[in-house]
């Protein structure tokens, strides 16, 4: 069910949360509540943009030039990545990151949490491609509550007779002021493997800085990762469980020319801090068991 009219009347919050087709078949959940403003699209489960309202900018970035057109991936927000990341491990036809988001999510229920957040929760809907990719009797479920902080949990339940495994990503593409004086804290002493240094394995000394195209994974981490951002006076925390990896990228100008949609300089105002279970740290499920990856996301002023 996709159709916005019929989501507004059974899942719609007056006041709070409203269905609208932002682009010809693609319907976006617009919630404003008394903590935060967020934008939430169907395809993809993908959480675009949210701005707790003490902050004057997003924490949450979304690419001006931001493409919203079936099947496609959105360059912003928190693209889910599953059930694996990157590329595929043998197939080289797949998607990168994954098929969740590129296909639709239904809406199996809406409310207000007692905090005063409001809560949104998709189901990934399994179609004939996806299945031949992945053949396993599985469930995905996004639960996403917008207010002062924004939570997020991915919910993996194997319903099949088989272990399976998975690789995931919540690959959140954090607003900062300009990716040459932000610092990520948190990774001080953690092995990586360095993506854009033949897949090198090193290990972190102090606080990430960043000079060039970065794209790493860092592994065995469960730490919560702190941006400091000295331009828009801030610090975004990123608190996780479940997940064993983080992921940091940001493509750097060339790259950035390269894939088109970042908008004019916009790689220099994000930086995707993702939690993630990738390489090494891959999930598995056993039979008629649940894995979850959660984050919590919250902004202070500095
Ligand atoms: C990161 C990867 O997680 O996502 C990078 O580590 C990749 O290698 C980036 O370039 C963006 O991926 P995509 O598929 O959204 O362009």
């Not at 309202?53 to 924490?59: D, G, M, T």
């Given at each position: 069910m996709h159709d916005p009219q019929t989501l507004n009347e059974r899942f719609g919050i007056a006041g709070k949360l409203s269905f609208r087709e932002a682009a010809a078949g693609i319907v976006v959940a617009e919630i404003d509540n008394a903590q935060a403003v967020a934008s939430i699209c169907l395809q993809g489960g993908h959480v675009m943009s949210w701005r707790p309202?003490?902050?004057?900018?997003?924490?949450v970035w979304l690419s001006p030039l931001a493409k919203l057109a079936p099947s496609k991936s959105i360059r912003g927000g928190v693209p889910v990545c599953w059930p694996w990341f990157g590329p595929h491990a043998k197939e080289s036809g797949y998607p990168g990151h994954g098929f969740a988001r590129t296909v639709p999510w239904n809406v199996t229920a809406t409310g207000s949490a007692e905090s005063g957040a409001t809560r949104i929760v998709l189901e990934l809907e399994p179609n004939e491609q996806t299945r031949a990719m992945w053949p396993h009797e599985s469930r995905c479920v996004i639960e996403i509550l917008v207010g002062e902080t924004l939570k997020i949990s991915l919910v993996t339940d194997n319903l099949g007779e088989d272990a399976f495994v998975i690789g995931e990503a919540l690959h959140t593409y954090f607003r900062i002021g300009d990716i040459a004086d932000v610092r990520v804290l948190g990774l001080d002493g953690c092995a990586f493997v360095d993506k854009v240094d033949d897949g090198k394995r090193k290990t972190q000394e102090g606080a990430v800085t960043f000079d060039g195209e970065t794209d790493r994974v860092y592994l065995d981490t469960t730490a919560e990762c702190t941006i400091e951002d000295p331009r828009l006076k801030r610090r975004i925390r990123i608190a996780k469980d479940g997940s064993a990896s983080t992921v940091i990228w940001t493509p750097w100008a060339e790259k950035a020319d390269k894939m088109g949609d970042f908008g004019p300089d916009g790689w220099r105002a994000m930086v995707c801090v993702e939690s993630a279970n990738a390489l090494d740290d891959v999930v598995k499920v056993p039979a008629g068991e649940r894995h979850t990856l959660a984050v919590e996301y919250r902004a202070e002023t500095l």
């Open positions: 309202k003490s902050q004057a900018e997003p924490v």
